[in-house]
Structures are given as C-alpha cells and as structure tokens.
C-alpha cells in the first residue's frame, strides 16, 4: 500500500521532479544498485559473444545485434512471444534467457531457426500449453527452465529432447509428478519439480524416467506429500540426491519416504525446514540397505532425538544438525553412526530465555571414532567435563566459536583434558568469552596446528607457560580482543614453528617495548598483524631474527614519532631485521616523515601501503630499494609533489597505485613526470584516476583532474631552468660569502696576512727608512692603560719590534716636555691607545696629540696608529685628539678583539701597521 501511494505521489509530481521521484521509487522497489544500474542502461550491452538485453522494456528481440553472438538475455522486458523470424539474424545462439517477460506460447519453429540452441530459459512466464511439436527440434537443447509459468502437460513433450540434461518444472501448480507416459529424457541429470501441489507419489509417476539411468538430483522442495505408493522410486532407482527441503510431512510420511528409498541408489538427503521436532528411533529404519553419506536435517526446529535414531545409518558421513532446538545429548544419541566425518551442530544447542540449558552427557561423541569435524558454533551447553569429547579418536577440527560455555572462560589445564585422545588440529574458540588463560590450558593439544582465540576478554600477561605443549602450532589468532593483553620476552618461547601470528586490537600500547623482543624466538613466523593497537612505543629490534616475515600489519597505531628525525636518539629503524617481506601495512600512523634508511634491503616487497597519513615532502630515496613492488598505496596524505627522484623506482615496475585524495599542486615543477606517467601506463593500474586524482592548487586548475594539466606549457621551461639553476647558484654563493665574513672575516684576514707576510714579510719600509729611528713606535696612553700595555704590547718586542715607553725610555736629566719631543722624533709611528679616559686626559688632549698631529704633518708622514680598547664614536676622537678615523689607512686602525682566540690575529695587523712605510706613495 505504502508503495502504491508512492507511485500514485510521483505521477502527480511536476515535470521537473519525475526524474529525482523515479530515482526514489527505483531504490525502494528495487535496491539503490538495481536502480542506478536501471536508469543507466539505455542500450544492449555486447561483450565477448554475450548480448545482454535485459531490463530495457523491450517488445520485440533487437535487429542489429552482431551475428557471431552466442548468448541472448532478453529477461525482465516486455516480450509476448518468440518469433522464429526474429532470431535468424543469429543462427549461433547456444543459450536464450527470455524469463520475466509475458510469453503465452512456444513457439515450434523456435528450434528450427535455433538448431544449435543448448539453453532455454523461460522462467516467469505465462506459458500455459507445452505439446511435443513445440520442442520436438531441440534435439541439442540440455537446459530447459520452465519455472514459475501456469504448465498444462499435453501428449509428450518432453520426447524429443534426448540431450536434456537439466528440466525444471517448479511453481507450476502441477497435480502430479507424471510429465510423460513413454520412456524418455535418457540424458537427464537432475529434474526439478518443486513447490508444485501434487500430494502423492504413484507407483507409475516417473515410469517416463525408466531409460533415465543418469537422474541424480531430484527436488521435491515444498511437495506436501501425503500418501507415497510402494515403488514409486522404483523408476529412478539411480538417484543419489533427493531434496525435500519445506515440505510439510508427518514423521510417518518420512518413515515411509525412508523405506521407498531402500531400493535407490541414495547418497544424500535434504529434509530441511520440514517441522521435524522430534526424532523417533524408526525415523529412518528404511536407509538401513542405502549407501546414504549426506543428510541435512537443519532449521526443523527439532527438540530432541530419541536414543538410536541414527542406528540405521552406519555409512553416513556428514550429518548436519544446525538450526534446532536439541536439549539433550547422551551417550547413545549418535549411536551407529560408525562411519561419520563430519557433524554440524550449529545453533541446534541454544538457551533461550523459557529453556533451559542444553546439556550434553559425557561420552555423548563416543560412538563416532571416526568423527574429523565437529562444528558447535553459537551453542549454549552447561559445562564441558573431562570426559565431554571423550571418544573423538580422529576429531581433527573442533569449532566452538561464539559459544557460551561458562567453563571457557577461565580456561585450566582440565578444560580440554577430554581431547587428549584426539589428535586435534584445529581448534577454534573465537568469541567464547575467555577471560584467562592459565599455564598448560593446552597442553594436551600435542598435534594442534590452528588456535583461533579471537573476539574474547583476555587480560593478563602472557609469560608463555600458556601455550605449553604447542610444539606444532603453526598458527594463534588473538585479534580483536575486548580487553588488553600484555607480552613478555618469553610470549612464544613454546612455539617455535609458529607461521602466523595475529595480535590486531588486542595489544597494550607499550607491549612491545621490550628487550629481547617477544618475537625474536619465532624464526619461522611469515605473517604478522600488530594493527590497531595505539602502539606507543617499540624496539628497534622488534622483528630482528625474523627472516622469513612475509606479511606485516602496523596500520592504526601510533608509530609518527619514531620515524622522526628530531626523535630522542634519532629514528628507530625497526624493519631493519625484515629483509624478505612481501607486504607491509602502515595506514593510519600519523606518519608525516620517513627516514631516508627506513625502507633500506627490503627489495621483496610487492605491496607497501602507507595510505591515511600525513606524508608530505618525502626524501629522494626512500624508495630506491623497492625494486619488487608491485602495489603501492599513498591515498590520503598531503603529497603535492610526484618527483622522478623519489617515485621513478618504484613506480617501474608498479600493476597498482593507489595515490588519490591527495591536494596535488599541479605546475611543471611537481606533476609534469607524474603527468607524463600517468599517460604511458595502463590506466586500470591506477583506479578512480579522474575521480581522485585533482589537483588543488595553482587556482587555475583547482579541482579539476590531474589528466587535464596541459603538459605542452612546461616545452618551453628548458632556458629558464638554466637561467634558474645560475640565478640560484650564485644568490646561494653570495649569502654563503656574506655569512662568512660576517662569522669568520676575521680568520680569513687573519691566515692571508700569514700567507702574504711570509711570502713578502711584515714591513714594506725601505732599509734607509728603518735606520733614521730608534723606535718602531711611540706608544700614547692614559695613566690606567698602563697595565694594559704591559701586559699586551711589551710582550710583542721580543725580537719583533721596539715601542718607547715614557716611564721606562725617557732620558734621565731632560724635561718631560723635551723628552717627549725628542722620543717621538726617534720613532717611526706613534700609536695611540684609545679609550674614554685617553680623550679625557688634558695633557694627552693639549700637548702629545698635538704635537703628534703636528709632527705628521710637517714631516709628510702617515705615521699614527689607533689602537681602540672601547667603541669611540668619530666625534669624540676628532674633538679630543684632532683625528678622524677617515684620516689614517685602514691597516692603521684596530681594535681590541673581545674573544681570546683573536689576539694572535691582532697581534699579527699590529706588527703589519708597524711595518708600514710612512711616506707618501708617488
């Protein structure tokens, strides 16, 4: 009615509405993917011989489709008939699918024009006569569908179809089971005649199957029948499957199917859904003669199985059991069945809450020695004892998976005590709601391969006494646990052949900082899943030893700080020791950088996938060594760039990347060789490559695909690259220069000057020059300097010059006035010691730099020397000593170096300003 009303709203709606109105429509009749699939068919898809016409409203078969083609679905249109002439323009056809259309009536010429038809499907229809002639020319036809039409049977028409391999008939409202009178279908394999309303089996119903030595399936699926006369199989005696799943029959009823199939070359049966609530002991007395292996007895709500009801079947192999409500399982149960493998219980033991729980006895399973598979997944029992699976000597798969047994959940070294016989390989307790696991729990599993502990409550340190006795264990899943487990260096010591290891959601964030790791003993293990764990903190040795590692899985954790650089102790380069892996898992990691070594000797790997991160700028070699990989995933990151020095390696001999969602820059500098690339390869390498792969920035093409860069605008790119290439060079080269006379100016005057003076010496004064004086210089100082001087200057005339100094040179018995006059007159330069309190001495500022001044320039000399001990501004100097710092050669004018190790530097320009000829060049 809701859908009616629907409708109805829609074909009222505005013009401009009816598209988004059937859109709405479509997804509720039909699911959103039939929709889209539906509004975007316009046409006949052909492919490989197969024309697909379906779904296209169709009333008549499409003139022009190719002649070659071999298969025709014309389903779900709008079709009334099959016209012969229709289907000459395809004389090839071998399979036609016309079901879900409105046809009548079939056609006789249909296999005259199709001669080498071999499939007809006419499901769904509103065929209501079938005669002989109809068919009579499909003598290469083998499969016939007449499902779900309104079928009146008249004369033979099957006869003629001696290669019919496959009928079916059902949903048909067939009075009986009889579709001919004569022998015929000498070919047929499996007839289907279900859900039809015939109730009785007569002796003569399938006599037209009496050459039919090949019928093996027969599905009476959903026959209520009622009465089955004696030897009504008796036609069909090679039957090996019956299917009566659905049918409404009494127990009675099943006896007596049982007993009719004595004489029959049973091997399995289905009585599925058929309201069999409870087993009697005689259920089955008729199979006792047959070689039945199979019997599916699932979803009959069954309550309870009387004692001996499998007696009969001493050659079954499989019993299926799922679905029921059993309450109680004893020790003659599943007596007689000597010879099953396999047995499914499957929510057949279930507590609800009216019910109480199951119960299964012990040696319940004794009887079956040759049981290899049992399956309890979902079943509720009340306890597993000692002697719960005493018996099972050949159990090889046990399969307790989302259980619950209260005796699970805190596992000892006598809950599986009753497998000790068995030589278990298989053991699966996913989701049983284990809580602990206590020392030697499995002890008794000396042959166990497989342990599945998934989706349970452990909590608790493994120390390794756990897994004692699993010397042969190849495999422990423990992943997705509702608690958290915690490792130690000795975790797996007990299984040394361990192959694959699964610990995803179930780890603590610092399990893994250990040493020794708690892997380093599984040197056979090939696949490991850390995933989802929020994995804080590791070793760099963690997979060290694991040299046949294969599979590693490490996305959703947090692993970003450990491939820092900037990362106490520097990155920790934890796949170092897993040279032979295959696939390694980093999604999801906040990984905004990756060591340029990380990835170093793994030149196995086929599948790297670093998807969900934050990876931006990535180093020039990082991927060098990945010459195997053949899938890379980087979806989701911050690339903008797809540079040839990092990814042309990799990506050489890639079948698949996965790189999109991420805001490329798409100008010649980051995307042209991307670009270039994307052109050359096969494009089904790269999925949702015009979907995903946009560009973000320049503005230009932001938002458009990467495919629509233009890479003709980067030809003419080549000079300017040159230009930029000298350009930067010697920006780089200046800054560089700049920065080191600013730093180390200083040493760099300071070894020239070594180089020059002891290739030209330290003095450019003539040999007449040095011999008019006395001194090489007159040394001007206040008072307080004294110390100073002394201590600096004396030291220097060691064999290397000779100052005169007023308290230690003057003349005895002259004026201090005449002996200053006099000195200076005897020395070639005179060198002021300057400082604040130079300037501030009146004799200094009256008498000796006047005189000094004077002296120079009456003698034409460049002869002063400014020895600055503080920062002096020029004003001051001029107005206290009448000099400028302009007035003197550079060489002439020195300051006191704050750092120590500049002295010897000092001293060096000092000895070179002595040195210095006081005449004027010519």
């Known amino acids: 009615m809701q859908r009616q009303n629907l409708v109805f709203e829609i074909m009222c709606a505005p013009r401009s509405l009816l598209l988004p109105a059937v859109i709405i429509v479509c997804y509720f009749m039909t699911g959103p993917y039939n929709c889209v699939g539906a509004l975007k068919k316009v046409s006949c898809d052909v492919q490989d011989g197969r024309a697909d016409c379906s779904h296209l409203s169709l009333s008549a078969v499409p003139p022009n489709l190719p002649r070659n083609i071999t298969t025709l679905d014309m389903s779900h249109n709008r079709l009334k008939g099959i016209p012969p002439v229709s289907l000459i323009p395809y004389p090839g056809l071998l399979h036609l699918d016309v079901s879900y259309n409105s046809i009548s009536k079939l056609d006789k010429g249909l296999c005259q024009t199709l001669s080498l038809l071999q499939t007809l499907n006419m499901e769904h229809n509103q065929v209501l006569l079938l005669k002989k002639e109809d068919v009579s020319h499909c003598t290469n036809l083998t499969r016939l569908i007449l499902a779900s039409n309104r079928l009146k049977l008249q004369g033979e028409p099957f006869s003629a179809l001696q290669s019919l391999k496959f009928l079916d008939v059902s949903i048909n409202k067939l009075q009986s089971a009889k579709l001919g009178s004569q022998p015929q279908l000498p070919s047929l394999v499996n007839l289907n005649l279900a859900f039809n309303e015939f109730t009785t089996l007569k002796k003569d119903d399938f006599s037209f199957l009496n050459h039919s030595s090949f019928l093996h399936v027969l599905n009476l699926s959903s026959v209520s029948l009622k009465t089955l006369e004696a030897g009504c199989f008796k036609p069909i005696s090679s039957l090996h499957t019956l299917i009566m799943d659905g049918s409404n029959m009494g127990t009675l009823v099943i006896s007596k199917l049982c007993s009719e199939l004595s004489g029959t070359a049973i091997d399995a049966l289905s009585l599925r859904n058929m309201k069999l609530v409870t087993l009697t002991k005689p259920t089955f007395k008729g199979l006792q003669k047959t070689n039945l292996t199979f019997l599916d007895l699932s979803h009959n709500g069954m309550g309870k199985i009387e004692e001996g009801s499998f007696q009969w079947l001493s050659t079954l192999q499989t019993l299926i059991l799922a679905d029921n409500n059993i309450k109680h399982l004893t020790k003659d149960t599943f007596q007689g069945l000597k010879s099953l493998k396999k047995l499914q219980l499957t929510k057949a033991l279930v507590k609800s809450k009216t019910s109480a729980t199951p119960i299964i006895d012990d040696f319940s399973f004794q009887p079956l020695s040759t049981l290899e598979s049992l399956i309890l997944q979902r079943t509720a029992i009340r306890e597993i004892t000692e002697h719960t699976f005493t018996g099972l000597t050949s159990l090889k798969e046990l399969d307790m998976s989302w259980s619950h047994y209260t005796s699970l959940r805190n596992i000892t070294n006598k809950t599986l005590v009753s497998l000790a016989g068995s030589p278990l390989r298989k053991l699966n307790l996913t989701g049983t709601d284990i809580t602990q696991i206590n020392p030697g729990s499995f002890s008794v599993l000396k042959n166990l391969t497989t342990l599945l502990l998934d989706f349970n409550f452990i909590k608790q340190t493994l120390t390794g006494k756990e897994f004692e006795g699993l010397d042969k264990v190849q495999e422990i899943r423990m992943s997705n646990n509702h608690q958290t487990v915690n490792l130690s260096s000795m975790s797996f010591a007990n299984v040394p052949n361990l192959r694959i290891l699964t610990l995803g959601k179930s780890l603590k964030a610092t399990a893994l900082n250990l040493d020794p790791s708690p892997f380093s003993l599984l040197t056979n293990l090939t696949f490991l899943d850390l995933s989802n764990n929020n994995i804080a903190n590791i070793k760099e040795n963690m997979v060290e030893g694991l040299v046949n590692l294969k599979v590693l899985k490490l996305q959703h954790n947090n692993l970003a700080r450990f491939w820092k650089s900037a990362n106490l102790g520097g990155p920790v380069l934890f796949l ?132 629509d860069f233009d890479t003709l605008s980067c030809k003419d790119m080549t000079p300017f690259q040159a230009l930029y290439i000298l350009s930067s060079t010697a920006v780089i080269m200046l800054t560089v220069t700049a920065l080191l006379v600013r730093f180390h100016g200083w040493r760099i005057q300071f070894y020239w000057n070594i180089l020059i003076n002891r290739t030209l010496g330290f003095s450019d004064a003539k040999v007449e020059e040095g011999r008019e004086f006395e001194y090489d210089a007159y040394i001007i100082h206040a008072e307080e300097d004294s110390n100073w001087v002394e201590r600096r200057l004396v030291p220097l005339e060691k064999g290397k010059c000779q100052f005169c100094l007023e308290d230690r040179d003057f003349v005895p018995g002259t004026s201090k006035l005449e002996s200053i006059v006099h000195n200076m007159r005897r020395s070639r330069k005179i060198l002021f010691v300057v400082t604040e309190i130079l300037l501030n001495d009146p004799w200094c500022r009256r008498f000796k730099a006047h005189h000094a001044l004077h002296q120079v320039i009456e003698a034409s000399r460049d002869a002063v020397v400014l020895v600055f001990l503080q920062d002096v501004h020029d004003y001051k100097l001029s107005r206290s000593l009448f000099l400028r710092r302009g007035m003197l050669r550079s060489c002439c004018i020195l300051d006191w170096p704050v750092h120590k190790e500049r002295v010897p530097a000092f001293h060096q320009k000092l000895l070179i300003a002595l040195g210095m000829t006081n005449r004027l060049q010519e």
């Open 576 to 707: 170092k020791g897993a040279q032979s892996l295959i696939s390694l898992q980093l999604d999801s990691n906040g990984l905004d950088e990756i060591p340029a070594e990380a990835l170093r000797g793994l030149s196995n790997l086929r599948e790297l996938s670093l998807a969900n991160n934050l990876l931006n700028s990535l180093k020039d070699s990082i991927f060098d060594d990945l010459n195997s990989l053949r899938a890379l995933y980087l979806q989701k990151n911050l690339i903008t760039t797809v540079r040839p020095e990092v990814f042309k390696t990799p990506m050489s001999n890639l079948s698949l990347l996965v790189m999109g969602k991420n805001p490329f820059d798409c100008t010649c500098e980051s995307i042209l060789w991307f670009v270039t690339w994307l052109n050359s390869t096969n494009m089904s390498s790269v999925p949702g490559l015009r979907e995903q792969y946009m560009c973000n920035t320049p503005l230009a093409y932001f938002n458009h695909s990467v495919m």
